[in-house]
């Protein structure tokens, strides 16, 4: 059966990008491999199976355009109070922390913020069905 | 840490895209939830901890647009050649099958098929780093 490995976004600058999951989620550098061309970068952490592919493509400087279609990758953590104000420090401008109900119980808690390159990540408490 | 437990895109027609999911990955249905507005669906299957969370805008007719930054969710299968074959026999037009090289050894064996939104995936062979 077909099990979820990555996702692949472009990103403008490998460095800042590597710096940006790396703080902000503890992603670390799994592999890079550099073609005649563009760069592809994995990045792991120890939580899940699950990689993000950074695609740099050499010569590209404006920067990519976000359709209205996709939205953003989600990620859970233990203590999302502790975590916005770390994000915070960091000078990553979380959103603030929101609750979402639904039929009259709380769904989800949660706060969204945004990689360089304008891609959106929604960070949820580990709570519910969000673990 | 933080730990990957979804993407999220929107979608036009939610009985489409799970069906879509359900036949070209097994992903099944975790939960659903309605609100004033939209509803969100949850699929998922048993070989990852990891969702496609679909968005569901009432009274969105307008095919969502795609950006050129997002790329695409990746999945790996056991046998790529099996599974391309289904999938064609589905109607689900999937690319050729392609191998990529890097430093003169087979990095990657992979296809793309397109969701009925519009969202790339790519499906590669389990092997190698892709596992």
Known sequence: MAKFIHTMIRVLDEARSVRFYGEA???ALADRYAFDGFTLVYLRNAEN????ELTINN????PYSHGAGY?????????IEAEHDRLSKLGLAPTPVKSMQHAERNLATFFFITDPD????EVLKRAGRYT
Chains 1, 2 share one sequence.
Do not use: M, R, T, W
Not at 59 to 62: A, R, V, Y
């Open 59 to 62: 010569g590209q400087s404006e």
């Open 49 to 52: 199976d699950f990689e993000v």
């Open 118 to 121: 304008g891609y959106k990540i």
């Open 25 to 27: 989620f503890g992603l």
């Open 71 to 79: 939205g953003h990758l989600a990620v859970c953590v233990d203590d």
